[in-house]
């Protein structure tokens, strides 16, 4: 491997340069169909560095050209011409449309197909149909862009990541993410301890696009990681024989919040205070404090990306830097990403041996401000001042009571916010190499096997810390708080394969292309902790977890008379996490279409430009549980104060952990059937997709029968799990024209997933609560339960007087026993919706380019935690000490007194319709440079019934919500 | 060079195409945790998870206070086993409310929880949990297994021992369970670790088991008072079996009395004494301020050593609040929420309209200032007078070890000489035999401790069942006996009313299935060997 590495660097260093002196030539590069110029097309001295650009009329001029140079004439989507130069001055050049390469190449793991030969629902995502702003986190780019893909942002901190879902998910306790392969290596799924989001070593800006595998026929071949579905990355690489190529691209943003949590101002608190029986309202203060106006700010961002790129005959270059930086609305909220992504590609031996290295590297910098700030603000007392100079606790008013003659903070008070943020610090350093080589080899006595090498490591470190000092009120103890950590997780992979490519006279002609592979991976990580532990300092115990996959696959694909498509894969994976006896599975699919379109009924149609149709079965497996050695009994020593007294000494605790000795795969089911169509010439195409699957040997975190285990809950196999969903997704050229172009595209997925199995009892009524909330501990409101979705949360049905006003404490009593207890709960509503959709709009005329994205949820329902847990008279007014709460307004609706968390009151409908960005642009061509303008404005419009500050939480729980920003980001590109 | 390169590819692809790495799949862990088979090669592991099934009645997991804990069905702090154990025994009866707003926590006082009450269940999760880790303790000290790890023989030694106050512990907790559950699953040393379905065992039977474990073991337990502080000894036994016995009747019909009178004996013969001060039992210094000599078998916890969530923590925090100054009780502040009722209060006064705080009995230790005696509303901490009987401070009013005030150092008495007097005094009572002078005297050495002298003793025609249910209450109150003694009276569903019992501020009577706990129905869920309680 190392050898085949420095081979490489120094295959760069021979780098060919060679100057002769020479003439020009000048011409036009025109369509030979329709003789319209070609803007943009390369022209190249073959070998040379030598090159240029046709300009906007298809016109170019390359001096320093010798007699015998070979000129080559190149553009995407036509066959390259070279001429040899004989001293001509002017070749006017007329390109043909290349069929070949005109049709997509689709990846599809371990190799790629034409979208034409495509069997599977797989949906490429290219550059030009990305989400325009300033996207920090790569998921960003194709929120609402594919049917079946549900991309929820996180909250409003910088570069904090959304979460993926592909077809909704399927297991409960196993990880429910997508598996995400960045130019063929897989992620780990974990994530990287320490970082906002483990995408974010991948600039968005360095993305060619996105492959998303959804059904089991495409996913299967990546076998036991591959239920949820699997993304694979492609970012950009340099091209042959291309000019030097240098651009610089800088996005400018700044954000603010749109709306705050309704909370009573200190007007309304005194008065409420004063009202209330039993009230002291001498432990007001006389100020008038807003909260939340006190913690969020604007926010401001820059990301600058400096492109290079050049293709010197058989070897070309991409290489980026990137600088990314933003501060979060929430005070002292930062991040910052400086990445540097190289790729290198060399074609040796009439290209029969191509290599490939790509290198993602990154520096992250993150400040994360202490985000129970925004629980705070919401709960602060807004009769206080944010300063008092008379109090021991860095200049800011603290709730506090009198001990043994000192002024120190009551116990369980909520902190001022202001001093949460200031007094506080958790910075983190996050570096980051995702890195491959590639090499894939066709042999000289038979180039239809091919042999590929993909080597390849995700390497993270990160280091941070976090630090409270004594003086902060949030510092009980009476020492400085810190925390010292260090994270590495690193993962290795070898790939190797073979592919045999060909075409055999059987039924007319049959394209055979078959492929068969061995796959290892090493995942490991690290992670230490130095820090405080009440008023002492611990070197925590390390913590090191490994855990490999071994595996095994093969796919064969057969296209007859290029009309009946037939493809089969499967896959054996061996992971270590699995005991030895459940070790391998086998994750088998098979796959048929049939190109309707190349039957003599339809080939001649003008209307129907492509039809085909899809169906697959495919068996993937889950092992995503987050932990290592589950099948192993372990035993775990004690740490800190957890140590039992003998006699006069304490001796530390050893604990026999839970197992599952038998534990083994979760194994989802699929079946997919689809239709692919366009018409006329394709100006509309789309496709339908319907899909079934079944999870089996569910793996979950359920109660095991009490005494049997060595816990109450074990992680085992229990279940099953059925999902349904049909998908469509449509686009639409109205108007295709040299100068004005209008595409709409648009998706709706309809999905629904049920428990339809949780125990291995058969007791109907059997459910486990789920979805913790806040307000009281252990409060749960949701629940898994046999017939419901997993997201169904479980309530009191609330009881209405006339006028509409929830009655307190009055609740359907739903089994007749005339009291209301935890019996009457039921389950009702859920956080997932129904159907969802993105509609996308892009635009131009001339150089002037309008875009749009809409995105919309509909049947999901928000638990509104934020008024829950503050909305009662009792929440303000009966704490465990000497001071009052704030309150959310909507204690003024319904005059609650007591908490009435499971109240369905607090259920609302979180239907919405976001207009997600909307961008104009404007783009100058000019004779060596190009400048390209534009303005785009990002979460810009929500529609919605929903009475929380966003109707899109994942979960299903809004509670200290960290709202997101409006931005308006100005663009401006540049490029030589 | 090319060709150089070209070569080395091949052998390079065809390497990495061989390379198998099936043997890379067994990986066992690199960091402290251990296998079963690393983690006794050290002999003081045996100690260790001793420790550990000690350390299951006082702390919550293995990172003190929290942070990896042993239950996952609850909040950590809220699975500790003595803060279960003592709501279940106390916030259901006369003894105590609670103020917050967790969960069905307000069923339990309410008597109105149902099988899905997360307290009971997760109760009866820690129960089966101690017994399992018992159980486990006990399959790897068998004494072919330590042969086959080469265990030397004083090891062994030391290990029988070690076994006995593991079945002790085992039984303590089965004790809960037959008291809590009456039906319970049932699992011992002969049962793997595993995903099956335990069998339901009758209280009966259950009963049985207990006595005869307990029988076997009498004799390998070290003798009474000669263990370790913390560790349990003959005494803890027979204080167990004397609660088993006394409340016979309860659990299979049978009454026991005689029994009670001989293992009550056992504990006030051997080297007990009762400490001068009532309060000092429940301070931070209680295991050295004269309170161990009284205290048979505690629940230690230390503030630097034994943190946790729970247990006296809980006690400690929670029935602080109002005008209660943190300081006094050796905290950083209080948790607002516990408090108690009228009913109890009364049984320290002659005439329900005299003042609690003109009473000379030392052991009425309420906090009143700012509290009203009786409660409009639950949920606010001033409603109901305060109890500040345990505190963590020492006997000179010294705060315990932990300096950020969190974790007490005080220690919880589950089994003390008082209580031994109590039950002594009751079967002779009830028939056991024995000697009512005795019982009297007994009964009067603890009055003559709670008021100085002895102007308040009792006479024999003083000394009746009523008169002992309410002694059991003004000595022993909050100290987790209330709702096993309420039930053996007959007082604790179906009988007996106090505020806000059945959810009504005047309290009400509940029906007598409420006098076992439902098994939890997550439970009946998993395990189709088992059959709900009657009534829920």
């Given at each position: 491997?190392?050898?085949?590495?420095?081979?490489?660097?120094?295959?760069?260093?021979?780098?060919?340069?060679?100057?002769?002196?020479?003439?020009?030539v000048t011409g036009t590069v025109s369509e030979s169909a329709t003789g319209l110029p070609i803007p943009g097309a390369n022209v190249i001295?073959?070998?040379?560095?030598?090159g240029t650009v046709t300009d906007f009329d298809g016109n170019y001029s390359i001096?320093?050209?010798?007699?015998?140079?070979?000129l080559t004439f190149s553009y995407l989507g036509f066959a390259t011409k070279e001429i040899?130069?004989?001293?001509?001055?002017t070749i006017d050049i007329l390109l043909d449309e290349d069929s070949a390469t005109l049709e997509e190449v689709?990846?599809?793991?371990?190799?790629?197909?034409s979208e034409q030969?495509?069997?599977?629902?797989?949906?490429k995502i290219s550059a030009d149909q990305f989400n325009q702003?300033?996207?920090?986190?790569?998921?960003?780019?194709?929120?609402?862009k594919?049917?079946?893909?549900?991309?929820?942002?996180?909250?409003?901190?910088?570069?904090?990541?959304?979460?993926?879902?592909?077809?909704?998910?399927?297991?409960?306790?196993?990880?429910?993410?997508?598996?995400?392969?960045?130019?063929?290596?897989?992620?780990?799924?974990?994530?990287?301890?320490?970082?906002?989001?483990?995408?974010?070593?991948?600039?968005?800006?360095?993305?060619e696009d996105?492959?998303?595998?959804?059904?089991?026929?495409?996913?299967?071949?990546?076998?036991?990681?591959?239920?949820?579905?699997?993304?694979?990355?492609?970012?950009k690489?340099?091209k042959?024989d291309t000019p030097?190529q240098?651009s610089?691209d800088?996005?400018?943003?700044?954000?603010?919040?749109?709306?705050?949590?309704?909370?009573?101002?200190?007007?309304?608190?005194?008065?409420?205070?004063?009202?209330?029986?039993?009230?002291?309202?001498?432990?007001?203060?006389?100020?008038?404090?807003?909260?939340?106006?006190?913690?969020?700010?604007?926010?401001?961002?820059?990301?600058?990306?400096?492109t290079?790129t050049?293709g010197?005959?058989?070897?070309?270059?991409?290489?980026?830097?990137?600088?990314?930086?933003?501060?979060?609305?929430?005070?002292?909220?930062?991040?910052?990403?400086?990445?540097?992504?190289?790729?290198?590609?060399?074609?040796?031996?009439?290209?029969?041996?191509?290599?490939?290295?790509?290198?993602?590297?990154?520096?992250?910098?993150?400040?994360?401000?202490?985000?129970?700030?925004?629980?705070?603000?919401?709960?602060?007392?807004?009769?206080?001042?944010?300063?008092?100079?008379?109090?021991?606790?860095?200049?800011?008013?603290?709730?506090?009571?009198?001990?043994?003659?000192?002024?120190?903070?009551?116990?369980?008070?909520?902190?001022?916010?202001?001093?949460?943020?200031?007094?506080?610090?958790?910075?983190?350093?996050?570096?980051?190499?995702?890195?491959?080589?590639?090499?894939?080899?066709?042999?000289?006595?038979?180039?239809?096997?091919?042999?590929?090498?993909?080597?390849?490591?995700?390497?993270?470190?990160?280091?941070?810390?976090?630090?409270?000092?004594?003086?902060?009120?949030?510092?009980?103890?009476?020492?400085?708080?810190?925390?010292?950590?260090?994270?590495?997780?690193?993962?290795?992979?070898?790939?190797?394969?073979?592919?045999?490519?060909?075409?055999?006279?059987?039924?007319?002609?049959?394209?055979?292309?078959?492929?068969?592979?061995?796959?290892?991976?090493?995942?490991?990580?690290?992670?230490?902790?130095?820090?405080?532990?009440?008023?002492?300092?611990?070197?925590?115990?390390?913590?090191?977890?490994?855990?490999?996959?071994?595996?095994?696959?093969?796919?064969?694909?057969?296209?007859?008379?290029?009309?009946?498509?037939?493809?089969?894969?499967?896959?054996?994976?061996?992971?270590?996490?699995?005991?030895?006896?459940?070790?391998?599975?086998?994750?088998?699919?098979?796959?048929?279409?049939?190109?309707?379109h190349?039957?003599?009924?339809?080939?001649?149609s003008n209307t129907v430009s492509e039809?085909?149709?899809?169906?697959?079965?495919?068996?993937?497996?889950?092992?995503?549980?987050?932990?290592?050695?589950?099948?192993?009994?372990?035993?775990?020593?004690?740490?800190?104060?957890?140590?039992?007294?003998?006699?006069?000494?304490?001796?530390?605790?050893?604990?026999?952990?839970?197992?599952?000795?038998?534990?083994?795969?979760?194994?989802?089911?699929?079946?997919?059937?689809?239709?692919?169509f366009g018409f006329f010439s394709n100006r509309l195409s789309g496709?339908?997709?319907?899909?079934?699957?079944?999870?089996?040997?569910?793996?979950?975190?359920?109660?095991?029968?009490?005494?049997?285990?060595?816990?109450?809950?074990?992680?085992?196999?229990?279940?099953?799990?059925?999902?349904?969903?049909?998908?469509?997704g449509l686009s639409g050229d109205i108007a295709r024209s040299e100068d004005f172009n209008w595409t709409l595209n648009y998706?709706?997925?309809?999905?629904?997933?049920?428990?339809?199995?949780?125990?291995?009892?058969?007791?109907?009524?059997?459910?486990?609560?789920?979805?913790?909330?806040?307000?009281?501990?252990?409060?749960?409101?949701?629940?898994?339960?046999?017939?419901?979705?997993?997201?169904?949360?479980?309530?009191?049905?609330?009881?209405?007087?006339?006028?509409?006003?929830?009655?307190?404490?009055?609740?359907?009593?739903?089994?007749?026993?005339?009291?209301?207890?935890?019996?009457?709960?039921?389950?009702?509503?859920?956080?997932?919706?129904?159907?969802?959709?993105?509609l996308t709009n892009t635009m131009n005329y001339k150089n002037l380019d309008f875009s749009f994205t809409?995105?919309?949820?509909?049947?999901?329902?928000?638990?509104?935690?934020?008024?829950?847990?503050?909305?009662?008279?009792?929440?303000?007014?009966?704490?465990?000490?000497?001071?009052?709460?704030?309150?959310?307004?909507?204690?003024?609706?319904?005059?609650?007194?007591?908490?009435?968390?499971?109240?369905?009151?607090?259920?609302?409908?979180?239907?919405?319709?976001?207009?997600?960005n909307i961008s104009v642009g404007y783009t100058v061509p000019g004779e060596k440079v190009d400048f390209r303008a534009s303005l785009t404005?990002?979460?810009?419009?929500?529609?919605?019934?929903?009475?929380?500050?966003?109707?899109?939480?994942?979960?299903?729980?809004?509670?200290?919500?960290?709202?997101?920003?409006?931005?308006?980001?100005?663009g401006l590109n540049i490029a030589f | 060079?090319?060709?150089?390169?070209?070569?080395?590819?091949?052998?390079?692809?065809?390497?990495?195409?061989?390379?198998?790495?099936?043997?890379?799949?067994?990986?066992?862990?690199?960091?402290?945790?251990?296998?079963?088979?690393?983690?006794?090669?050290?002999?003081?592991?045996?100690?260790?998870?001793?420790?550990?099934?000690?350390?299951?009645?006082?702390?919550?997991?293995?990172?003190?206070?929290?942070?990896?804990?042993?239950?996952?069905?609850?909040?950590?702090?809220?699975?500790?086993?003595?803060?279960?154990?003592?709501?279940?025994?106390?916030?259901?009866?006369?003894?105590?409310?609670?103020?917050?707003?967790?969960?069905?926590?307000?069923?339990?006082?309410?008597?109105?929880?149902?099988?899905?009450?997360?307290?009971?269940?997760?109760?009866?999760?820690?129960?089966?949990?101690?017994?399992?880790?018992?159980?486990?303790?006990?399959?790897?000290?068998?004494?072919?297994?330590?042969?086959?790890?080469?265990?030397?023989?004083?090891?062994?030694?030391?290990?029988?021992?070690?076994?006995?106050?593991?079945?002790?512990?085992?039984?303590?907790?089965?004790?809960?369970?037959?008291?809590?559950?009456?039906?319970?699953?049932?699992?011992?040393?002969?049962?793997?670790?595993?995903?099956?379905?335990?069998?339901?065992?009758?209280?009966?039977?259950?009963?049985?088991?207990?006595?005869?474990?307990?029988?076997?073991?009498?004799?390998?337990?070290?003798?009474?008072?000669?263990?370790?502080?913390?560790?349990?000894?003959?005494?803890?036994?027979?204080?167990?079996?004397?609660?088993?016995?006394?409340?016979?009747?309860?659990?299979?019909?049978?009454?026991?009395?005689?029994?009670?009178?001989?293992?009550?004996?056992?504990?006030?013969?051997?080297?007990?004494?009762?400490?001068?001060?009532?309060?000092?039992?429940?301070?931070?210094?209680?295991?050295?301020?004269?309170?161990?000599?009284?205290?048979?078998?505690?629940?230690?916890?230390?503030?630097?050593?034994?943190?946790?969530?729970?247990?006296?923590?809980?006690?400690?925090?929670?029935?602080?609040?109002?005008?209660?100054?943190?300081?006094?009780?050796?905290?950083?502040?209080?948790?607002?929420?516990?408090?108690?009722?009228?009913?109890?209060?009364?049984?320290?006064?002659?005439?329900?309209?005299?003042?609690?705080?003109?009473?000379?009995?030392?052991?009425?230790?309420?906090?009143?200032?700012?509290?009203?005696?009786?409660?409009?509303?639950?949920?606010?901490?001033?409603?109901?007078?305060?109890?500040?009987?345990?505190?963590?401070?020492?006997?000179?009013?010294?705060?315990?070890?932990?300096?950020?005030?969190?974790?007490?150092?005080?220690?919880?008495?589950?089994?003390?000489?008082?209580?031994?007097?109590?039950?002594?005094?009751?079967?002779?009572?009830?028939?056991?035999?024995?000697?009512?002078?005795?019982?009297?005297?007994?009964?009067?050495?603890?009055?003559?401790?709670?008021?100085?002298?002895?102007?308040?003793?009792?006479?024999?025609?003083?000394?009746?069942?009523?008169?002992?249910?309410?002694?059991?209450?003004?000595?022993?109150?909050?100290?987790?006996?209330?709702?096993?003694?309420?039930?053996?009276?007959?007082?604790?569903?179906?009988?007996?009313?106090?505020?806000?019992?059945?959810?009504?501020?005047?309290?009400?009577?509940?029906?007598?299935?409420?006098?076992?706990?439902?098994?939890?129905?997550?439970?009946?869920?998993?395990?189709?060997?088992?059959?709900?309680?009657?009534?829920?």
């Amino acid at each position: 491997m190392r050898t085949l590495f420095k081979s490489t660097l120094f295959l760069l260093l021979m780098l060919p340069m060679s100057f002769f002196a020479q003439n020009t030539v000048t011409g036009t590069v025109s369509e030979s169909a329709t003789g319209l110029p070609i803007p943009g097309a390369n022209v190249i001295v073959q070998g040379t560095t030598n090159g240029t650009v046709t300009d906007f009329d298809g016109n170019y001029s390359i001096s320093n050209v010798a007699e015998g140079d070979i000129l080559t004439f190149s553009y995407l989507g036509f066959a390259t011409k070279e001429i040899t130069y004989s001293g001509q001055s002017t070749i006017d050049i007329l390109l043909d449309e290349d069929s070949a390469t005109l049709e997509e190449v689709v990846l599809i793991g371990y190799g790629a197909t034409s979208e034409q030969d495509a069997t599977g629902a797989v949906e490429k995502i290219s550059a030009d149909q990305f989400n325009q702003g300033a996207v920090v986190s790569p998921e960003q780019l194709i929120a609402g862009k594919s049917a079946g893909v549900q991309i929820t942002p996180g909250g409003g901190a910088p570069g904090q990541g959304g979460t993926i879902r592909i077809r909704g998910g399927s297991s409960l306790s196993a990880s429910n993410d997508p598996l995400i392969v960045v130019d063929g290596v897989p992620l780990d799924q974990r994530g990287v301890a320490g970082s906002r989001n483990a995408l974010n070593s991948i600039n968005p800006n360095e993305i060619e696009d996105f492959t998303v595998l959804k059904d089991a026929a495409a996913t299967s071949i990546y076998g036991s990681r591959a239920s949820n579905g699997v993304i694979l990355i492609t970012t950009k690489k340099g091209k042959r024989d291309t000019p030097f190529q240098f651009s610089y691209d800088v996005k400018i943003s700044a954000g603010s919040i749109n709306d705050k949590v309704d909370v009573l101002n200190a007007e309304e608190f005194r008065s409420l205070i004063n009202d209330t029986p039993g009230t002291n309202p001498s432990l007001l203060g006389d100020s008038d404090t807003d909260w939340q106006d006190e913690i969020y700010e604007t926010s401001l961002g820059a990301i600058h990306n400096l492109t290079a790129t050049q293709g010197i005959g058989d070897f070309y270059y991409r290489l980026n830097f990137n600088h990314t930086a933003e501060n979060g609305v929430l005070t002292g909220d930062y991040y910052e990403r400086n990445a540097f992504n190289v790729a290198l590609n060399q074609d040796l031996f009439d290209n029969k041996l191509k290599l490939t290295l790509t290198s993602k590297n990154s520096l992250d910098r993150n400040k994360f401000a202490d985000q129970g700030a925004i629980g705070a603000a919401v709960a602060f007392d807004p009769t206080q001042s944010v300063l008092d100079d008379t109090l021991p606790f860095g200049g800011y008013f603290e709730f506090n009571r009198v001990s043994g003659g000192n002024i120190v903070q009551q116990n369980l008070a909520t902190r001022n916010p202001v001093a949460l943020l200031d007094l506080y610090e958790d910075d983190n350093q996050t570096r980051r190499s995702i890195t491959n080589l590639n090499a894939e080899y066709k042999f000289h006595f038979l180039p239809e096997l091919k042999a590929v090498v993909n080597a390849g490591f995700d390497y993270a470190e990160a280091r941070g810390g976090t630090f409270r000092p004594l003086i902060a009120a949030a510092n009980t103890t009476n020492i400085n708080q810190f925390s010292n950590y260090e994270n590495i997780n690193r993962n290795l992979l070898l790939d190797t394969y073979l592919n045999y490519k060909t075409d055999v006279d059987f039924l007319n002609t049959t394209e055979v292309d078959l492929t068969a592979g061995h796959s290892y991976q090493e995942f490991y990580s690290f992670s230490n902790v130095t820090g405080t532990e009440q008023d002492q300092i611990f070197d925590f115990p390390r913590d090191i977890n490994r855990n490999a996959l071994e595996s095994y696959f093969a796919r064969a694909s057969f296209d007859i008379n290029d009309k009946y498509l037939i493809s089969g894969s499967i896959r054996a994976d061996g992971s270590s996490r699995v005991a030895p006896q459940n070790r391998w599975g086998y994750f088998p699919a098979a796959s048929v279409g049939w190109k309707l379109h190349n039957e003599d009924f339809l080939s001649a149609s003008n209307t129907v430009s492509e039809l085909k149709l899809r169906g697959g079965y495919g068996e993937t497996g889950n092992y995503e549980i987050g932990r290592n050695y589950g099948y192993l009994g372990l035993y775990t020593p004690s740490q800190g104060g957890a140590r039992y007294q003998f006699g006069s000494t304490f001796v530390p605790t050893l604990r026999p952990e839970e197992y599952d000795e038998d534990l083994k795969w979760e194994s989802l089911i699929n079946y997919n059937a689809g239709i692919d169509f366009g018409f006329f010439s394709n100006r509309l195409s789309g496709s339908v997709d319907a899909y079934y699957r079944e999870t089996e040997d569910l793996i979950a975190t359920v109660p095991v029968p009490a005494g049997a285990n060595l816990s109450d809950q074990l992680l085992t196999n229990v279940g099953t799990t059925v999902s349904r969903g049909i998908e469509v997704g449509l686009s639409g050229d109205i108007a295709r024209s040299e100068d004005f172009n209008w595409t709409l595209n648009y998706n709706i997925s309809f999905q629904d997933l049920e428990i339809t199995k949780l125990t291995l009892g058969d007791d109907p009524n059997f459910f486990i609560p789920q979805g913790g909330i806040s307000g009281g501990v252990g409060n749960n409101i949701q629940l898994w339960k046999e017939g419901y979705d997993p997201t169904t949360f479980f309530v009191f049905r609330q009881v209405y007087n006339e006028q509409g006003q929830p009655i307190e404490g009055a609740y359907v009593d739903v089994n007749g026993d005339n009291q209301i207890t935890e019996a009457d709960k039921q389950p009702y509503k859920k956080a997932t919706p129904d159907y969802y959709m993105g509609l996308t709009n892009t635009m131009n005329y001339k150089n002037l380019d309008f875009s749009f994205t809409f995105r919309g949820s509909f049947g999901n329902y928000i638990y509104n935690n934020t008024q829950s847990a503050n909305g009662f008279i009792e929440a303000g007014t009966n704490t465990p000490s000497n001071y009052y709460s704030n309150l959310n307004s909507n204690v003024l609706e319904t005059g609650f007194v007591n908490s009435q968390f499971f109240s369905d009151y607090y259920l609302q409908a979180a239907d919405f319709v976001k207009l997600d960005n909307i961008s104009v642009g404007y783009t100058v061509p000019g004779e060596k440079v190009d400048f390209r303008a534009s303005l785009t404005a990002t979460n810009v419009l929500v529609i919605t019934d929903y009475e929380g500050l966003d109707p899109e939480v994942f979960g299903g729980i809004d509670n200290n919500f960290y709202p997101r920003s409006r931005r308006f980001v100005l663009g401006l590109n540049i490029a030589f | 060079m090319f060709n150089k390169l070209k070569s080395t590819f091949l052998v390079l692809f065809g390497l990495a195409v061989l390379w198998s790495c099936e043997s890379e799949l067994d990986l066992e862990p690199e960091d402290n945790r251990e296998t079963s088979e690393s983690a006794f090669e050290d002999p003081e592991a045996y100690k260790q998870f001793l420790a550990k099934l000690y350390a299951g009645f006082a702390i919550s997991g293995q990172d003190g206070p929290a942070g990896d804990p042993d239950l996952s069905g609850l909040d950590e702090g809220f699975s500790q086993y003595m803060r279960l154990y003592w709501k279940l025994q106390e916030l259901t009866t006369d003894e105590a409310v609670i103020g917050w707003n967790d969960g069905t926590i307000k069923d339990l006082h309410n008597q109105n929880w149902t099988s899905g009450n997360e307290f009971i269940r997760t109760m009866y999760s820690r129960v089966m949990y101690q017994i399992a880790q018992s159980n486990e303790y006990l399959r790897q000290t068998e004494p072919s297994v330590l042969d086959g790890r080469g265990v030397d023989a004083a090891t062994q030694d030391q290990i029988a021992v070690y076994r006995a106050e593991a079945r002790f512990l085992r039984a303590l907790s089965y004790w809960h369970a037959l008291d809590l559950y009456g039906n319970p699953p049932f699992v011992t040393e002969e049962d793997a670790v595993g995903a099956f379905l335990p069998e339901q065992i009758s209280s009966n039977e259950l009963f049985d088991y207990i006595e005869s474990e307990l029988l076997a073991i009498e004799g390998e337990l070290i003798d009474a008072g000669a263990n370790e502080y913390g560790r349990a000894d003959k005494a803890a036994a027979w204080m167990l079996l004397s609660k088993l016995y006394l409340n016979a009747e309860k659990y299979t019909g049978t009454g026991r009395y005689n029994e009670v009178v001989t293992y009550t004996d056992k504990v006030i013969d051997a080297n007990y004494s009762l400490v001068d001060d009532y309060q000092k039992l429940f301070l931070a210094d209680n295991n050295s301020n004269g309170a161990q000599n009284e205290i048979i078998f505690p629940i230690t916890f230390d503030g630097i050593n034994t943190q946790a969530y729970g247990g006296m923590t809980f006690i400690i925090h929670a029935a602080v609040g109002g005008e209660m100054d943190p300081d006094d009780f050796g905290i950083n502040g209080g948790w607002a929420g516990l408090r108690t009722t009228s009913a109890l209060v009364n049984k320290f006064l002659d005439n329900e309209d005299d003042a609690i705080e003109e009473v000379e009995d030392e052991r009425a230790i309420f906090f009143t200032e700012g509290q009203s005696k009786e409660i409009e509303d639950i949920s606010s901490f001033t409603d109901g007078y305060a109890v500040a009987k345990y505190k963590n401070i020492d006997t000179n009013g010294n705060a315990g070890s932990d300096p950020t005030g969190d974790f007490p150092d005080t220690d919880f008495p589950m089994f003390r000489l008082a209580d031994a007097y109590l039950m002594y005094a009751e079967a002779v009572l009830r028939g056991g035999g024995g000697s009512e002078a005795d019982a009297l005297a007994y009964i009067n050495e603890l009055r003559e401790r709670a008021y100085g002298n002895s102007d308040n003793n009792i006479s024999s025609s003083d000394l009746s069942l009523n008169f002992i249910l309410a002694e059991r209450a003004r000595e022993l109150y909050w100290e987790a006996h209330r709702r096993t003694d309420l039930i053996r009276f007959g007082q604790f569903s179906d009988g007996g009313v106090w505020p806000f019992k059945g959810g009504v501020p005047q309290g009400t009577t509940t029906e007598s299935f409420r006098d076992l706990m439902p098994i939890p129905a997550s439970d009946l869920g998993v395990n189709t060997n088992l059959t709900q309680n009657p009534g829920y």
